[in-house]
């Protein structure tokens, strides 16, 4: 009599479903694309900042238009910070929605260790960068600046060192730059509201509810959604809350999952998923470069004002919240997942891999200096030189731990490429399930 085979614990970052697979594939190549224009823009900011003509980039940064009643006589980088990282804003929102919604995510055991991993890679560098910048005046408003990852920037730096990386990282890694991102915005709209004017919020709901109401019928009327979009995020910018708010207020109101009775079965991908493959080519190639064109210029004053703003007890925290903070929360977060639900790694992989991959999750940028300009406004060219060094190092560090383990990768590559036809030869699009109403 053969005895029982030992249960396999449960696997830690094993790899989720086939269409997942796909779909997360196509997700990161184009944001792979939009990390490069935004390293480009970041760059041709950076040295423009630092050239003769600095003035003419600084002139060009402060041009405003727009109407006054409104509240809306922005400066270009006011726009670019407000209204395209609404955009943004907007997609990953769709992204989140849909992860939790109709994604491998939708099951607790798998959600639990990004959000909790999110979660770490939040809390650990805001108190490190309390630690460090205690008793100074006014630092404690810059505590959210190191907690953000920027996924674009992240994969642009994959796509130099890491092509063979297999897919369980990387989809880790983008669900936990979305959840980053959702948390973000909640930091942002709890902490950075200064003055906050109730009517116009309440008046916000008019336009939301109406948007809702259509989407949720799955009207894809772009004269119809974009007036109501536009009336949110003016009516959410003119109360106070910051306007990337609106955009994900309006993607949570997007359906994800495709409806028999006003879709059909078989018509094609659902609502959030159209608006995720119409929007992400704006937010990756357009909003976030331009963003990041308007806030990375910052003038270092050559090597002393550089050696001079690593000095600052502000500069440190957020170097050292996105360099060391950023991967201690994200590995404390997964080992503690790993011990209180027994769970292994999968057996492909190593903490090793974990910790390149909490690195790269130090790369804060976008989010960084948004929340770095909103915490220190007018006065955060140190916060920009501490957002760039950090993510900067945290982007070579990981460059260094991943490519050790590139032969590795290889391999796993090629057992993946090879085990396409685990389930069947799959569509390139495999729909998602139906329901009967709602979504």
Do not use: C
């Not at 003016?234 to 109360?239: G, I, N, Q, R, Y």
Request: aromatic share 8%; no cysteine.
């Amino acid at each position: 009599m053969t005895s029982p085979a030992p249960s396999r614990r449960p696997a830690l970052l094993g790899r989720g479903s086939w269409s997942e697979t796909l779909r997360i594939g196509a997700i990161l190549r184009k944001e792979t694309v939009g990390g490069a224009l935004l390293l480009v823009g970041a760059v041709v900011a950076l040295i423009w900042a630092n050239s003769p003509w600095a003035g003419f980039y600084e002139t060009l940064r402060d041009i405003r238009f727009g109407p006054e009643a409104l509240h809306l006589n922005l400066s270009l980088a006011s726009w670019a910070a407000d209204g395209l990282l609404a955009i943004f804003f907007f997609v990953a929102g769709l992204e989140l929605k849909r992860e939790f919604v109709a994604g491998d995510l939708r099951t607790v055991r798998r959600a639990a260790v990004p959000i909790a991993a999110a979660l770490g890679g939040v809390i650990v560098p805001a108190l490190l960068y309390l630690l460090l910048s205690r008793g100074v005046e006014g630092a404690a408003r810059g505590w959210a600046i190191p907690t953000a990852t920027d996924i674009a920037f992240a994969l642009a730096v994959l796509a130099v060192i890491g092509r063979f990386l297999p897919t369980a990282l990387r989809t880790f890694l983008l669900t936990l730059a979305v959840v980053d991102d959702l948390v973000a915005i909640v930091i942002i709209a709890l902490f950075y509201t200064a003055d906050l004017s109730p009517l116009p919020l309440l008046a916000a709901l008019v336009p939301l509810a109406i948007f809702t109401v259509l989407v949720q019928r799955r009207v894809r009327s772009w004269w119809l959604l974009l007036p109501l979009a536009a009336a949110t995020w003016t009516l959410v910018h003119a109360s106070g809350v910051h306007a990337t708010v609106a955009g994900v207020l309006l993607a949570f109101a997007v359906p994800v999952l495709r409806n028999e009775r006003n879709d059909g079965p078989d018509t094609g991908p659902g609502l959030a998923e159209h608006f995720e493959h119409r929007f992400r080519p704006i937010s990756a190639g357009v909003a976030v470069p331009v963003f990041a064109f308007f806030s990375a210029g910052v003038a270092l004053g050559g090597l002393d004002g550089l050696t001079s703003a690593l000095r600052d007890p502000i500069v440190l925290g957020v170097v050292a919240g996105l360099v060391v903070g950023k991967p201690l929360g994200i590995m404390a977060a997964t080992w503690l997942m790993a011990r209180f639900t027994h769970a292994d790694l999968d057996e492909d992989l190593a903490w090793v891999d974990m910790l390149g991959l909490s690195m790269l999750a130090g790369i804060g940028f976008t989010v960084s200096l948004l929340i770095g300009e909103l915490a220190f406004p007018g006065a955060d060219d140190h916060v920009k030189v501490a957002v760039l060094t950090g993510s900067v190092t945290a982007a070579l560090l990981a460059a260094v731990i991943l490519r050790l383990r590139n032969r590795a990768y290889r391999r796993i590559h090629e057992l993946e490429t090879a085990d396409l036809d685990r389930d069947g030869v799959p569509d390139v699009y495999e729909h998602p399930r139906t329901e009967p109403a709602g979504g």
